[in-house]
């Protein structure tokens, strides 16, 4: 009697660690076949005025290269400006979340550490689509088995600005 109760808890365990519900939603984020949509794009042929235009001769003195520069750099600044706002509001959301009591910046509690996230996951578009579903719908199977609670009243928006935040913390 022991022996079959042995023998078909075995089995039982061994039919549970068998899953593919991991492989499932992680292998298609990413399958190396699939082409991302920018990349099937073609660049619109340049019109007639700018195919003129770059092939006449450029005349430009100091004061306009000097005025596209200072241009340039207030733009770098505001972009900075915008990227370290947009980081404010992902921090903000994960701090009014539920999110600190299994993750922490740069210890790993029941979750992984958001640095440890940040060097796994480089912040490409892809990513960022992935790890927003994973905020709102959780699972597991990725860090390891204890399972992610799913947030579905999170707004996708939301979800990726928090994961903007998480990616900029391996700068």
């Known amino acids: 009697m022991k022996k079959t109760f042995l023998i078909l808890g075995c089995c039982a365990l ?8 991991r492989a499932d939603g992680y292998d298609k ?17 340049p019109s007639a ?3 003129t235009d770059a092939a006449a001769p450029a005349e430009a003195d100091a004061g306009v290269a000097d005025n596209a520069e200072a241009a340039a750099t207030t733009d ?20 009014s979340s539920d999110c600190l009591s299994c993750h922490q910046i740069d210890k790993k509690l029941v979750g992984p550490a958001y640095k440890d996230v940040a060097k ?13 579903s994973k905020i ?17 009243d999170l707004s996708k928006e939301n979800a990726s600005e928090m994961v903007k935040y998480i990616l900029s913390l391996n700068n």
């Open 120 to 132: 796994k996951y480089e912040a490409t578009e892809k990513n960022i689509d992935y790890l927003s």
């Open 14 to 21: 061994l039919a549970g660690c068998g899953s593919n519900e």
């Open 136 to 152: 709102i719908q959780g699972g597991a199977g990725v860090w390891g088995q204890i399972p992610m609670t799913p947030h579905p």
């Open 76 to 95: 770098g600044a505001d972009k900075e400006a915008a990227q370290s706002e947009s980081f404010e509001k992902g921090e903000s959301l994960i701090a």
């Open 49 to 51: 005025e700018e195919a």
């Open 29 to 45: 984020a990413y399958d190396s076949n699939a082409v991302a949509e920018e990349e099937k794009g073609i660049a619109p042929a």
